[in-house]
T-cell receptor, first 114, second 112 residues
Framework: GESVGLHLPTLSVQEGDNSIINCAYSNSASDYFIWYKQESGKGPQFIIDIRSNMDKRQGQRVTVLLNKTVKHLSLQIAATQPGDSAVYFCAENTPNGANSKLTFGKGITLSVRP | DADVTQTPRNRITKTGKRIMLECSQTKGHDRMYWYRQDPGLGLQLIYYSFDVKDINKGEISDGYSVSRQAQAKFSLSLESAIPNQTALYFC???????????FGPGTRLLVL
């Protein structure tokens, strides 16, 4: 079946280093992808998105890369800070007429060491 | 002020009780969603609504019902709560088409 998954359940990085969080998706028809950040006790927060006609998009300290050939999505966080500690998960949008579906991955915990 | 609000934020109830979780949004979005999140798992879609007259079942709708009272309000009911409905519940909204979903702060529900 279709699935959105993350390769690693946890990621520990040193403060100041760059972080790379990976996501695999299996539906080649997906046309839009989103990265969310969820801090403890809060709802998921939009970080950055990318459409399938792009392979890279940059935000403030974050970059999303999309490789449609291998159905892989990654989130890069530059100069990781303690405030970046959270669960991160990707979501893919699969078009279906007016009823497009957003499927979420399980999430990966990013832990920033001081 | 938060764009998507949920009440209550925390709730403890007993098996068999009926409870309602409420969601309000000021984003002006037509689409609203209810999800549950269990520890270590992703978000599972319970119900969604594309406008006031449109209600659709999600992946795990059994045991739940919803009401879209207005464009800005979407409530989730557990008719007869059971312990395996203990979870974190999120409401979300989006615009039509390729719309990023914006989430509320969540309601933590414990069913004893």
């Amino acid at each position: 079946g279709e699935s959105v998954g993350l390769h690693l359940p946890t990621l520990s990085v040193q403060e100041g280093d760059n972080s790379i969080i990976n996501c695999a998706y299996s539906n080649s028809a997906s046309d839009y992808f989103i990265w969310y950040k969820q801090e403890s006790g809060k709802g998921p927060q939009f970080i950055i998105d990318i459409r399938s006609n792009m392979d890279k998009r940059q935000g403030q300290r974050v970059t999303v890369l999309l490789n449609k050939t291998v159905k892989h999505l990654s989130l890069q966080i530059a100069a990781t800070q303690p405030g970046d500690s959270a669960v991160y998960f990707c979501a893919e949008n699969t078009p279906n007429g007016a009823n497009s579906k957003l499927t979420f991955g399980k999430g990966i915990t990013l832990s920033v060491r001081p | 002020d938060a764009d998507v609000t949920q009440t209550p934020r925390n709730r403890i109830t007993k098996t068999g009780k009926r409870i309602m979780l409420e969601c309000s949004q000021t984003k002006g979005h037509d689409r609203m969603y209810w999800y549950r999140q269990d520890p270590g798992l992703g978000l599972q879609l319970i119900y969604y609504s594309f406008d006031v007259k449109d209600i659709n079942k999600g992946e795990i709708s059994d045991g739940y019902s919803v009401s879209r009272q207005a464009q800005a309000k979407f409530s989730l009911s557990l008719e007869s709560a059971i312990p395996n409905q203990t979870a974190l519940y999120f409401c979300a909204t989006s615009e039509g088409g390729l719309g990023t979903q914006y989430f509320g702060p969540g309601t933590r529900l414990l069913v004893l």
